[in-house]
């Protein structure tokens, strides 16, 4: 993987064709992924000692702070995570395993490193499946051709190249033949373990799945479908698994992100009683994994000093000074985010790449409708959103899809009737179909 380095300009630039807002949260994580290239030209006996600067964003929901983590890790192509801090605590005080988060995350490193080297390999898989699917089609031991019998005076070898160019051409992807596949065996014995020891059953199904390799079994397939299978077998054979784990581990360790939502939820002091001694213990064992340690996964050591995490939580009533000083110290760098107003609103459904008018037209236009918002018909719906938002929860930006869904209902419901039209949506229209909801706070609370 080739990986470029942005500028924090260019990184706000394309955080901005997704994101409304939020600019000083983006210019936060665009510094924070920055200082990741700039640890890597220093000295190399400096490097290892410059931690990363963790955030944490503060913020009610729907405002971005998942999504402006999420698009980072897509233009750093690193491999990213979402956890919430909540699930170390749902089975009583011990809750799962902290560690489990640094083990997703190398599971979908190693995906995404393996998909890339698929690419890779796919030219040559693909010539190799070729002579496969000619072997099918021709087998040595065969005494004439599957297809059309050759001319008396042709080779053998002249077949195979006829064969091989009908192939090409697509004429013979119709035609069935048989291939041996790898059979999925599902283990008879499901393994269960405790919290904590999430680790062990991986290696437990693996040694199993060693003592009783995969059966081959046979397939009639259409030779496109065998086509298929058989370049994906191919690549398998051609891709070198303890490179691919090396590499992405290391990108793991270098350029790894977690975003540890709900972290709000787990402050609180120490206690006698009640939840707080969970918090706080959920806390103590976060602490070393964003300190930096080592963690055992079933691919190797991996160690967490130089992953990036950005914690997120809508601290109502708490602050960032209610986590343990230990932790604190950790999250040098602090963000409020800022609730979403009704221009912010218009924005959002209007101007990025995946505006939601877009959404909802592109949706409509496989139905062959084409639908069109008025101006003053997008102001309208923004300023439900707001007023919705104002009255009853603050859900953010989550609010303009559920108004949107509640607005189109009817007209998704009757699309397929109403092929090749074209529907205005305009302030009459949605006043229409929303103002006695949105006017009732009752209806508002349990619909919008």
Not at 15 to 25: N, P, S, T, V, Y
């Amino acid at each position: 993987m080739t990986e470029r380095n942005f500028t924090p300009r260019e990184i706000v630039d394309s955080l901005d064709r997704f994101i409304i807002g939020q600019e000083k949260a983006k210019r936060c994580v665009a510094i924070a992924l920055r200082n990741r290239w700039r640890r890597r030209q220093v000295p190399e006996e400096l490097r290892d000692e410059i931690a990363p600067k963790n955030i944490i964003m503060m913020g009610p929901t729907g405002v971005g702070k998942t999504e402006i983590a999420r698009r980072l890790a897509t233009l750093a192509k690193s491999p990213f995570i979402k956890v919430e801090a909540t699930k170390f605590t749902e089975v009583g005080y011990v809750g799962r395993d902290v560690e489990s988060m640094v083990r997703d995350l190398t599971e979908l490193a190693i995906k995404m490193v393996k998909e890339e080297s698929m690419v890779t390999v796919m030219e040559r898989a693909d010539a190799m499946t070729e002579e496969r699917i000619l072997d099918l089609l021709l087998p040595h031991s065969s005494p004439k051709p599957v297809v059309a019998p050759a001319e008396p005076h042709a080779p053998g070898v002249d077949t195979r190249e006829k064969l091989r160019r009908m192939l090409r051409k697509g004429e013979l992807n119709e035609r069935e033949v048989e291939i041996q596949v790898e059979e999925k065996s599902t283990p008879l014995v499901e393994i269960f373990t405790g919290p904590g020891m999430e680790g062990m059953d991986i290696n437990l199904k693996d040694m199993m799945g060693n003592m009783f390799p995969g059966r081959k079994k046979s397939r009639k397939v259409k030779l496109a479908e065998a086509a298929e299978l058989l370049a994906q077998e191919e690549a398998q054979k051609l891709i070198d698994m303890e490179k691919v784990t090396t590499e992405a581990i290391n990108r793991v360790e270098q350029n790894g992100i977690i975003f540890l939502d709900e972290i709000d939820k787990i402050t609180g002091r120490e206690s006698a009683q009640g939840p707080d001694v969970s918090r706080e213990g959920v806390q103590r064992d976060l602490l070393p994994i964003i300190e930096g340690t080592t963690v055992t996964t079933k691919h190797g050591m991996v160690k967490t000093d130089h992953i990036l995490f950005i914690a997120a939580g809508a601290f109502h009533g708490r602050k960032p000074s209610d986590l343990l000083p230990e932790l604190q110290g950790r999250f040098p760098i602090r963000v409020e985010l800022d609730p979403l107003t009704r221009e912010d609103f218009v924005r959002i459904l209007t101007e990025p790449e995946n505006a939601l008018i877009l959404q909802y037209t592109e949706l409509m236009r496989t139905e062959g409708l084409e639908l069109e918002f008025s101006p003053d018909a997008i102001e309208t719906i923004a300023s439900m959103a707001e007023e919705v938002n104002t009255r009853t929860e603050n859900i953010g930006a989550r609010r303009l899809h559920t108004i949107m869904e509640k607005l189109l209902e009817d007209l998704s419901f009757k699309a397929p009737d109403l092929t090749e039209q074209k529907i205005e949506i305009d302030s009459v229209h949605v006043h229409e179909k929303l103002s006695d909801v949105v006017g009732d706070e009752d209806l508002s609370r349990y619909i919008l």
